[in-house]
C-alpha cells in the first residue's frame, strides 16, 4: 500500500481509538491501553509488515521502560510517605499558609516555579510526580493536584533534565542528516552550536506562549474544582501570575542565549522560585481574597484518590520549616549533583553492569535497547532521599516499614496501565523500515509527512502539533524531537524557510504535548492514588496542549514569514479575540451565579 493517506489515517487509528476510549468513554487506562495494544499490534503485522519478533522485541522493550518509570514512581511515593508519616508534611504546609493559604498562589509557587526547578533537573515526568503529591498533602484534591503537577510539564520541559530534549533529541536527531552541517556552516556555527541557536529560538517561543499557564493553570484550578466553580476567580490573580511567569521564563531565555541549553529550566525555576517565595513573603502582588475549596465532604468523589495524606502521620511533634523541607533540598541537590557535576555523571552512566544494562540484538532483530542506568535513573535519587529523611526525621521502625507498605501498595494500581501503554508507544516508534518488510517509515512519520503534504507553505502552523502528538505517543519531548527533528529540518528545506526554526516549533510542540502525554498522566495519578480517571484528567489538559499548539504554531510562523496580512497574524489575532471572549464569558458567567464560598 503507498496511498499516504489512508497509511497516514491508519497510524493515527491507534491513538484515537486510546483517546476515544480514555477522553470519550472514560474508560481507565488501565482498560483503554490493552484495546491500543492489540490495535497497533495488528496494523504493524498487517500493514507495515512487520516481523512478529520484531513486534515481540519492542514490546519486551516497553515493558523495560515502564519498569524504569514504576520504579520513579515508586520512589516518589515513598517519598511522600516519609515526609507524611514523619510529621513534616504537617510543618511544610502549615510553612504554605504562612507566606498565603491561597491556593491559587500554593499550586504557582510550587507547580510552576518548583516543578520547573525538578523539571530542569530531572525530566521524564518526575516534575509531576513530585510536586502531585506534595500539594495532595497541603490540601488538594487529588485530581487538582495532577492536573497542577501536568499543567506546568509544558513551558520548562524544553530543557528538562539538563537540556536532554534539545542536546540529545534535537542534537541526535539531527546529526549528520542531509543538509544539516551545511546550514550550520552557512550560519558560520559548529553543529554543537547550531543546536544551542535552536535552544535559543525554542526559549524564545516558550517565553512568550508560557507567558499565561500560571494564570491558565489558575483558571482552570478555581473553575474546575472550586466550590463555585468560577474560573473568573483565577482571573483575580493575574498579577501575580503574570509576575510569576516573567520570574521563571525571562531568566530561562537570558540562561539559553548566553550558557546554552542545559540549565534555562533548572536556572530559571530557581530563580523565579527564590524571587517570588521572597516577594510573596512580604505581600508582593498577593491577592486581596483568598481562595480554597470547598470542604471535603462537599467534593466530587472523583476527585477523589485512595491516598490519605493525613494517614499515619506522626503529629505528636512539630520541627522547623527548615527542616521540614529539608528531603526536598536533598533531592534537588542530588538531582542537580549527579547531573551537572561530571565525574558523578560519567561514573553513575558508565556502561559497566550493573550501573548500566542493555541488551544489544535483541531477540535477533538487531533492535538495541537504550542503556537502563539504575543509578542515576530518578528513581534512585528519590529512595536514596527517603532513607536520608529516614536518619533527619530519626523514624522508627515501624514508621519505616509503614512508608514502604504505603507506597507498594499504591504502586501496584499503576502497572497495568503502563505495562501496555509503553509496549504500545515502542510499537509504534519501532515500525519503521529497519524492521518491517514494506520498506514504510515508521507510523509516527508516515502521519507526520501526511501532514506535511496537506499543509504546503503553512507547515510552521501545525508543526507543534506533530511535536505534540509525538509526546503524546511516546510521553516524551526527548522522543518526540529524536523522531521528528530531522523530518522537520527537511521539510522547512522544501518549503524555503529557516529550517532550524521550524525545528523549534517541533521542540515547543513536543513541550507542549506532555500535559497529554499517558505515561504521565498514568504515573503522577499513581502518586495521589488517582487511578481510572486518566481520561477526566485528558479531557482538562487538553485545553492546555491546544493552546500551546495553536500559540506556538502562530509565534513561529511570526518568527520565520514577520508580521504581515499573514496565516500566523490572523492566528494569533483569532487566538488573543478568543481568550478575550472566553475572559468575558466567564466573566458574565460567574456574575450571573450566586457565589457560595469560593474566596474569603
Known amino acids: 500500500m503507498d496511498n499516504l493517506g489512508v497509511l497516514s489515517l491508519l497510524a493515527l487509528t491507534p491513538i484515537l481509538v486510546v483517546g476515544v476510549l480514555l477522553a470519550g468513554l472514560r474508560w481507565p487506562a488501565k482498560y483503554a491501553m490493552p484495546v491500543g495494544y492489540v490495535v497497533v499490534v495488528l496494523i504493524a503485522l498487517l500493514v507495515w509488515e512487520m516481523d512478529f519478533t520484531a513486534v515481540a522485541a519492542a514490546s519486551i522493550e516497553g515493558l523495560i521502560v515502564a519498569a524504569t518509570l514504576l520504579y520513579i514512581v515508586f520512589g516518589a511515593l515513598l517519598l511522600l510517605s516519609t515526609v507524611?508519616?514523619?510529621?513534616?508534611?504537617?510543618?511544610?504546609?502549615?510553612?504554605?499558609?504562612?507566606?498565603?493559604?491561597?491556593?491559587?498562589?500554593q499550586a504557582i509557587i510550587i507547580g510552576w516555579l518548583f516543578g520547573s526547578f525538578i523539571e530542569g533537573a530531572s525530566g521524564f515526568g518526575t516534575p509531576a510526580a513530585v510536586v502531585a503529591p506534595l500539594l495532595l498533602a497541603l490540601g488538594f484534591p487529588a485530581m487538582a493536584a495532577v492536573m497542577v503537577g501536568l499543567i506546568i510539564q509544558s513551558t520548562p520541559v524544553s530543557f528538562g533534565a539538563v537540556g536532554t530534549p534539545i542536546i540529545v533529541g534535537v542534537g541526535n536527531g539531527l546529526r549528520d542528516g542531509d543538509g544539516v552541517n551545511e546550514r550550520a556552516a552557512e550560519m558560520g556555527l559548529t553543529y554543537p552550536e547550531f543546536v544551542a541557536e535552536i535552544g535559543f529560538q525554542v526559549a524564545l517561543i516558550h517565553g512568550i506562549v508560557g507567558l499565561l499557564i500560571p494564570l491558565i493553570l489558575a483558571v482552570m484550578l478555581t473553575g474546575f474544582?472550586?466550590?463555585?466553580?468560577?474560573?473568573?476567580?483565577?482571573?483575580?490573580?493575574?498579577?501575580?501570575?503574570?509576575?510569576?511567569?516573567?520570574?521563571?521564563?525571562?531568566?530561562?531565555?537570558?540562561?539559553?542565549?548566553?550558557?546554552g541549553p542545559e540549565f534555562p529550566s533548572l536556572l530559571g525555576g530557581l530563580f523565579g522560585l527564590v524571587l517570588v517565595m521572597f516577594t510573596s513573603?512580604?505581600?508582593?502582588?498577593?491577592?486581596?481574597?483568598?481562595?480554597?475549596?470547598?470542604?471535603?465532604?462537599?467534593?466530587e468523589e472523583r476527585w477523589m484518590g485512595n491516598v490519605d495524606p493525613e494517614k499515619a502521620a506522626d503529629t505528636s511533634h512539630t520541627m522547623k520549616t527548615w527542616y521540614a523541607w529539608l528531603p526536598y533540598v536533598v533531592l534537588a541537590v542530588l538531582l542537580v549533583g549527579t547531573r551537572v557535576i561530571d565525574p558523578i555523571q560519567q561514573f553513575l552512566t558508565s556502561d559497566t553492569p550493573p550501573l548500566s544494562l542493555t541488551w544489544q540484538n535483541a531477540l535477533g532483530t538487531g533492535m538495541d535497547f537504550s542503556a537502563v542506568q539504575i543509578f542515576y535513573s530518578p528513581?534512585?535519587?528519590?529512595?536514596?532521599?527517603?532513607v536520608v529523611a529516614y536518619g533527619l526525621y530519626r523514624m522508627s521502625g515501624s514508621q519505616i516499614a509503614a512508608t514502604w507498605r504505603i507506597s507498594g501498595r499504591q504502586l501496584a494500581g499503576t502497572a497495568v496501565a503502563l505495562l501496555f501503554a509503553l509496549p504500545l508507544v515502542r510499537v509504534l516508534i519501532r515500525s519503521g523500515a529497519d524492521f518491517n518488510d514494506s520498506g514504510l517509515a515508521s507510523m509516527p512519520v508516515v502521519l507526520a509527512?501526511?501532514?506535511?503534504?496537506?499543509?504546503?507553505?503553512?507547515?510552521?502552523?501545525?508543526?507543534?502539533?506533530?511535536?505534540?502528538?509525538?509526546?503524546?505517543?511516546?510521553?516524551?519531548?526527548?522522543?518526540?524531537?529524536?523522531?521528528?527533528?530531522?523530518f522537520q529540518f527537511s521539510t522547512g528545506e522544501q518549503i524555503g524557510v529557516p529550517p532550524e526554526q521550524v525545528v523549534a516549533t517541533q521542540a515547543v510542540g513536543g513541550a507542549g504535548g506532555n500535559p497529554?502525554?499517558?505515561?504521565?498522566?498514568?504515573?503522577?495519578?499513581?502518586?495521589?492514588?488517582?487511578?481510572?480517571?486518566?481520561?477526566?484528567?485528558?479531557?482538562?489538559?487538553?485545553?492546555?496542549?491546544?493552546?500551546?499548539?495553536?500559540?506556538?504554531?502562530?509565534?513561529?510562523?511570526?518568527?520565520?514569514?514577520?508580521?504581515?496580512?499573514?496565516?500566523?497574524?490572523?492566528?494569533?489575532?483569532?487566538?488573543l479575540a478568543g481568550l478575550a471572549a472566553l475572559v468575558m464569558w466567564m466573566l458574565r458567567r460567574d456574575a450571573s451565579r450566586p457565589q457560595q464560598s469560593t474566596v474569603a
Open 281 to 299: 513573603s512580604r505581600g508582593f502582588l498577593m491577592p486581596k481574597d483568598t481562595f480554597d475549596f470547598g470542604p471535603r465532604s462537599s467534593w
Open 84 to 105: 507524611t508519616v514523619s510529621g513534616a508534611m504537617s510543618t511544610i504546609r502549615s510553612g504554605f499558609t504562612t507566606i498565603s493559604p491561597d491556593r491559587r498562589v
Open 225 to 259: 474544582f472550586g466550590p463555585d466553580r468560577r474560573f473568573s476567580d483565577g482571573l483575580k490573580v493575574a498579577p501575580f501570575a503574570l509576575y510569576a511567569a516573567l520570574a521563571m521564563v525571562v531568566p530561562s531565555v537570558l540562561v539559553a542565549r548566553f550558557l
Open 516 to 575: 497529554i502525554a499517558i505515561h504521565n498522566i498514568v504515573a503522577a495519578s499513581a502518586t495521589v492514588g488517582l487511578l481510572g480517571r486518566e481520561g477526566d484528567l485528558i479531557r482538562k489538559t487538553v485545553l492546555v496542549t491546544l493552546y500551546y499548539c495553536i500559540a506556538g504554531g502562530a509565534v513561529g510562523y511570526l518568527m520565520i514569514y514577520g508580521f504581515g496580512l499573514n496565516l500566523g497574524t490572523v492566528a494569533l489575532v483569532l487566538l
Open 379 to 386: 528513581g534512585s535519587i528519590l529512595v536514596l532521599t527517603s
Open 449 to 486: 509527512e501526511g501532514a506535511a503534504a496537506v499543509s504546503g507553505a503553512s507547515w510552521p502552523m501545525l508543526s507543534p502539533t506533530i511535536g505534540a502528538l509525538g509526546a503524546f505517543i511516546a510521553g516524551s519531548n526527548t522522543v518526540s524531537n529524536l523522531t521528528f527533528a530531522l
